[in-house]
Structure formats: structure tokens, C-alpha cells
């Protein structure tokens, strides 16, 4: 290396051509930027100095001068660019003669925003189990992050962070391939904004849910709910609810091009009677799907109503109530006492709803005993299931229970109590009289004594 510097500057200094130390260097500019750099070497007659692509040997890119210029610069002037300098005077002396003598070496470098440079599907329209395949090429400096996937079910098949001319296929075609495939990115200079490049795949098939699926629903009495299929068929199917037991409902469908979906709104509500088994068909020529739906209630019972007393005791009342709906949970009955508003306790045992209609408009009577006589109460009924409980009954039921009667045993102690009482008394009576009556004589008689 020493030997090569000493002769380049040995012939440069006879032909008074002054040439800097060769360097390598790296210039970065935008695609579409401009590019001007300078050889470090002097144009002279017996000197030809130009600029060579390294690596294009046979269609090599050459531009005469010390000046590499380049306008509106394209991504394929990205490389190695060498600028020589060549001797063009004959000098049967110099061995050196007629050579190329290396003076610069710079690596251009050309960046660019992501962009899908080619996106195809073929074919577009398969049938099931047909085949089809996708291409992409995605590039961009610097390297691109990029992914190919189905925009209607995200299902994805290929990702990467380098920029690439993907071909997937042939693949076998499924039901659920069928949508809008998307080849999408960016990198750097993306400014945040994707390159996509995008195509319809249509596939012909019989019906079938798109995802996974919910069939178990749970709805209350007086809320919405709904039952809803994400699913993929072509052509669109014929689309049909039921119940399985025959029976109506008044619950809405609305059916778009992937979706169906049975609801009730605030202004549809559930009814007890919605409650139960349905059944979803899809058909098309190509072929028939049935999915089985359960609305289960879940929640709290209705409040009990209707609430009313009769048969008022010292220590016990009649108590009349409507039951409500247990939302499909075995429920039962508890008479509350309230205190002034603030808390209550329980009167009663749980007094279980037996009824077949899981206790929907259903009378009851009970009989509270075990109160306290001549007593202030202030009660409410709540329903309460396995899970929940109602609010209290309203408006609360307020009564005074009887003083308790006298017993026989009570009402001989009382009347013994009351003679000796008399007796005694009398005879109190008696002796306050004749104390009164000797005290009078007795004042009498010395009144007539100091007379005499």
C-alpha cells in the first residue's frame, strides 16, 4: 500500500497534478433530492479524471469530469461510485502509463417513503377448495415494517421488516379467505401514514360463522339484549330466526352482509316470555347452517306488589302479596321489618315460591305470627333468588298489633288480688274511724272536765 501511495504521488508531482489522499465517504439524500460531489483531483490536459458506478461493469455508468452530478436522483443510484483519474500521455519511461489511479470512493445512499410497488390477487373468484395466490412487493429505505392480512376477519398471513416481492400461494381456498386482503406498511419516512395496497377475494361457499361464537346469552326482565351471528357464506344466505318451541317473540332482526342479529332495545324490551331456546338457519345454494341460541334470564327477582294486611292480632297478621318473576332462579319471600328508613331485619323464615310459572303473577298469603302485642310495625316483602334480591316492596305496610288479652290463670290472681286489697282497705278504713270517734270523745270529755 505504501509502494502504490508513493508512486500515485510520484507520478501526479511530474505531471503537476496534484491529487488528495483517496477516502471513503457516504452521502444520504431523498429520492428526488440532488446530488453534487467533487473528485479530489485538478483537471488537467494529460489528465482524465471521471466518475464509474462501481459494480456495472457491463453496462457501466460513467459521467466525465470531477463533478458528480446527478438531478431528481432515483432509488437506482444507490451504490459505490469511484472517481479516477487517468494518465493519457504517452511516457514509454513510466510503467504507469495508459492506468487508472484510484482518487475517491463514495457510497451513495437513496431513501425512500415505504410503498407497495405491486399488489395482486389471482384469481379473484374461486370456489371453495380452489386455489388462488397473492402478491406483494413492498419497498422502501430504509427498511420497511410491513404485513399482509384480511381486513374483514384479521386473519394474517406474512409479516416482515425488510423490504420484499412476496409471492404466497397457490393456496387452497377456505370460506373464511373470502374478503378484502390488504398488504399494508411504512417505514421512516412514512410520516405515520401506510403504503397499502389492497384486493377482493370472493369465495363461493356455504354458510358458516365467521369467528367464534357466542350461543348462550343472559338478558333480565325490562333491559336489551341480543343474539348476534358473524358469519361468512356466498351468496348472501337466506336468513331465518324461530323459536324452537314454535312459539312468537317480539324481539327485531336486522341482517347485513356478515351479520345477523336478533335484539331488544330500551324501547323493545325483554319480556319474561322471551326467555328460551331459538334457532338461527342460513341458506344458500351451496349449502345450510343451523346455530341452536339460548336467551337465559339473570338478575334480580321482581319486587314483590300488591302487598296488604288483614287479620290484625295481639301477635300475628295476614299478609297478601303478587309475586313477580324470579328471573329463572328458584326464589323465595321474606317479610322485612323497617326502621325508621334506614334498616331493616327479617319477620319471616323464607317462605319459598313453589308455583310452575317461576312465580309470574301469583298470589300468596301468609301468616306472620311470633309478634309483639300492642307494638308499632312498619313492614316490606322482598323476593330474593340464588344469586340477587329485589328491592323492597312499596309502599311500606304499617300496623298496630292488639294488646294481648288476659289468660284465666291471670284473671283469678287479679280478682284475689283485688279482695284482699278491699278487705284490707276496709279495714284501714274501720280503725282511721274509730281513732277518729275515741279521739273525738276523748276531747269531749276533757273539755267537760276543765268546766266542772
Request: charged share 15%; net charge negative.
Amino acid at each position: 500500500m505504501k509502494t502504490l501511495a508513493v508512486s500515485v504521488y510520484v507520478i501526479s508531482t511530474l505531471l503537476g497534478f496534484y491529487l488528495a489522499s483517496a477516502n471513503l465517504s457516504k452521502y444520504t439524500r431523498l429520492e428526488g433530492d440532488n446530488l453534487l460531489v467533487r473528485c479530489n483531483a485538478t483537471e488537467s490536459d494529460d489528465i482524465e479524471i471521471y466518475w464509474q458506478k462501481n459494480g456495472t461493469e457491463h453496462r457501466p455508468y460513467r459521467q466525465n469530469g470531477t463533478d458528480l452530478i446527478v438531478f431528481n436522483i432515483k432509488r437506482a443510484f444507490s451504490g459505490q461510485y469511484i472517481c479516477y483519474a487517468l494518465n493519457t500521455t504517452f511516457y514509454p519511461y513510466y510503467n504507469e502509463t495508459g492506468a487508472n489511479v484510484t482518487i475517491d470512493v463514495i457510497t451513495v445512499d437513496i431513501e425512500y417513503p415505504a410503498e407497495v410497488d405491486r399488489f395482486n390477487i389471482f384469481p379473484k373468484v374461486v370456489h371453495e377448495n380452489e386455489s388462488f395466490t397473492l402478491e406483494c412487493n413492498f419497498q422502501g429505505h430504509p427498511d420497511p415494517t410491513w404485513s399482509i392480512f384480511n381486513r374483514d376477519n384479521n386473519e394474517g398471513m406474512m409479516s416482515a421488516n425488510l423490504p420484499a416481492d412476496v409471492i404466497m400461494g397457490p393456496t387452497k381456498a377456505r370460506c373464511d379467505h373470502m374478503g378484502r386482503w390488504t398488504c399494508t406498511g411504512h417505514n421512516r419516512l412514512s410520516h405515520h401514514k401506510n403504503a397499502t395496497g389492497e384486493g377482493m377475494l370472493t369465495v363461493f361457499c356455504s354458510p358458516r360463522p365467521q369467528w367464534a361464537q357466542i350461543y348462550l346469552e343472559e338478558g333480565e326482565k325490562g333491559k336489551p339484549a341480543k343474539l348476534e351471528m358473524n358469519f361468512t357464506a356466498y351468496p348472501r344466505p337466506h336468513i331465518t330466526w324461530s323459536r324452537e318451541d314454535g312459539r312468537p317473540f317480539h324481539g327485531q332482526i336486522d341482517t347485513w352482509n356478515d351479520t345477523t342479529v336478533l335484539s331488544w332495545d330500551n324501547l323493545n324490551p325483554v319480556e319474561v316470555s322471551d326467555f328460551g331456546n331459538y334457532t338461527l338457519k342460513m341458506t344458500n345454494e351451496y349449502g345450510t347452517h343451523i346455530a341452536h341460541y339460548q336467551l337465559k334470564a339473570n338478575g334480580h327477582p321482581e319486587m314483590p306488589t300488591n302487598v296488604s294486611i288483614s287479620d290484625v292480632t295481639y301477635d300475628s297478621v295476614t299478609i297478601t302479596w303478587t309475586s313477580g318473576f324470579d328471573m329463572g332462579s328458584s326464589q323465595h319471600f321474606i317479610v322485612m321489618k323497617n326502621f325508621n328508613g334506614n334498616s331493616f331485619s327479617s319477620l319471616s323464615q323464607w317462605i319459598e315460591d313453589n308455583s310452575t310459572t317461576h312465580g309470574v303473577n301469583q298470589t300468596w298469603t301468609y301468616t306472620l305470627t311470633g309478634l309483639q302485642s300492642d307494638t308499632f310495625y312498619n313492614i316490606s316483602m322482598v323476593a330474593q333468588n340464588n344469586w340477587f334480591m329485589s328491592a323492597f316492596s312499596r309502599p311500606p305496610v304499617t300496623f298496630w298489633t292488639q294488646a294481648r288479652p288476659l289468660m284465666p290463670n291471670e284473671s283469678s290472681s287479679f280478682s284475689l288480688a283485688v279482695t284482699v286489697g278491699a278487705s284490707v282497705g276496709a279495714l284501714v278504713l274501720i280503725g282511721s274511724l274509730a281513732l277518729l270517734l275515741y279521739v273525738f270523745k276523748w276531747r269531749k270529755m276533757r273539755m267537760h272536765y276543765e268546766k266542772a
